[in-house]
């Protein structure tokens, strides 16, 4: 009996993987053609995915790429144990050396997809175990067998319809663009958008992608300043890609509301960099790693009156306290902290500043709350802050007026 899939991969090492299976010219047929009942799980005919090892040539003969690649095949037979799926390997450089030849293989590595019917076509994508086992992308039930010698084709998971025993990781922060949704959100005239232009291949973009994903994970709450990526280099993608003139990867552009005109960002691509970048052009404060600044929730003109607050007599007080209501009034919900800090103290809360401010960090420090409650509660904690030394908070706001 014919398997109904068949994955075949040359590969420059001689590594044994626990899952998976060594084949050969004599056992070739038995596998791929008829199908030896020993490879499959309770006697099921399975697919078979086959990678085909050179021998001699793994770690240190100029072919570092095998290398890399070794493990993650390794993997990716790891995430199909127990399913109708074969990972398997050939040495096509030795013993099967007349399998690499019928097959076309001309370069290592080389994989390859057989449909039921010993046809086969060629691999594309990535050679991380995300993009192999097809993890991040919807799985389409094909009839096709998987290949890596010249890289086109999806992955396992799209090609058999079988799902891996690897759990997909939790969706990126970054708000994904593409040709449907592009004008929606990058032109949106009342938020700030800020979108790298990347593409899947990109040495530069894979570098800079683990720290854009962070600045997005902190901007997430901030709905008025979105942190975007699109695949410049996705065919459907690339009208947009020359309409905003991009010529190399990353690109990262800047679309202010308001405005239809996008900006070249020239700036570095450090976290701090995206995240100094974006409060400055967003008017937010956000701190690196997450979180927002000290600084944030802090007004000047109430922060003045903490500290005339805190030097005042009691009688003096409640002036201050009517002065303070005035100014709360245009601040925004989260500067009525001030007010309530004020209440405290003029009825003589014991130890309140100290307790509250305890209290405070204690949750900040657990972050155990939804990212906006955090907010609220740091917010809190900085306007507490204004009260807490008024001579210094006083000496603080005159150097930043300087």
């Excluded at 005919?45 to 085909?52: C, D, F, G, Q, V």
């Excluded at 290398?67 to 074969?86: C, R, T």
């Excluded at 097809?134 to 090609?159: A, I, M, N, Q, W």
Aim: proline share 5%.
């Amino acid at each position: 009996m014919r398997l109904s899939l068949s994955l075949v991969a040359a590969l420059v090492a001689a590594v044994s993987a626990s899952n998976v299976v060594e084949l050969n010219p004599g056992s070739w047929d038995s596998v791929i053609v008829n199908y030896d009942l020993t490879l499959s799980l309770d006697n099921i005919r399975a697919p078979a995915a086959i990678a085909k090892y050179v021998e001699g040539h793994f770690s240190f003969n100029g072919k570092p790429i095998l290398q890399n690649l070794a493990p993650a095949y390794e993997q990716l037979a790891d995430a199909f144990a127990g399913k109708d799926v074969v990972i398997a390997k050939v040495d096509a450089d030795g013993e099967g050396k007349p399998l690499g030849s019928k097959f076309g293989v001309t370069g290592f590595p080389t994989l390859k997809w057989f449909d039921k019917d010993g046809g086969y076509e060629p691999y594309e994508g990535g050679r991380d175990i995300d993009a192999l086992a097809g993890v991040r992308l919807f799985e389409h039930p094909s009839s096709y067998v998987f290949s890596l010698l010249t890289l086109d084709s999806c992955c396992v998971s799209s090609k058999s319809g079988i799902k891996s025993n690897i759990k997909a990781p939790p969706p990126p922060d970054t708000v994904i663009l593409d040709y449907t949704n592009f004008d929606g959100v990058a032109l949106d005239q009342e938020k700030d958008v800020l979108v790298t232009f990347t593409a899947p291949w990109c040495g530069h973009c894979k570098s800079m992608k683990p720290a854009y994903e962070k600045v997005a994970s902190t901007f997430k709450t901030e709905s008025k300043c979105i942190v975007a990526n699109i695949d410049a280099d996705d065919q459907k993608n690339k009208g947009i890609a020359a309409k905003y003139d991009v010529k190399g990867f990353p690109t990262i552009k800047f679309f202010p509301k308001g405005s239809t005109e996008a900006v070249s960002y020239e700036g570095g691509r450090s976290e701090a960099d995206f995240v100094n970048f974006l409060n400055e052009h967003c008017g937010t404060q956000r701190a690196v790693g997450g979180g927002l600044t000290d600084q944030a929730g802090r007004v000047p003109g109430l922060d003045a009156l903490a500290s005339k607050f805190m030097l005042a007599t009691a009688d003096a007080r409640s002036t201050i306290i009517q002065d303070a209501t005035a100014l709360v009034a245009g601040a925004g919900a989260l500067s009525n902290h001030y007010l309530r800090v004020m209440e405290k103290l003029a009825n003589s809360s014991e130890g309140y500043l100290e307790k509250e401010g305890k209290r405070l960090n204690s949750i900040l420090a657990k972050r155990s709350l939804a990212p906006t409650k955090l907010d609220e509660i740091k917010i809190k904690s900085n306007i507490l802050r204004a009260f807490s030394n008024p001579v210094q908070e006083s000496e603080k706001r005159d150097t930043a007026e300087l």
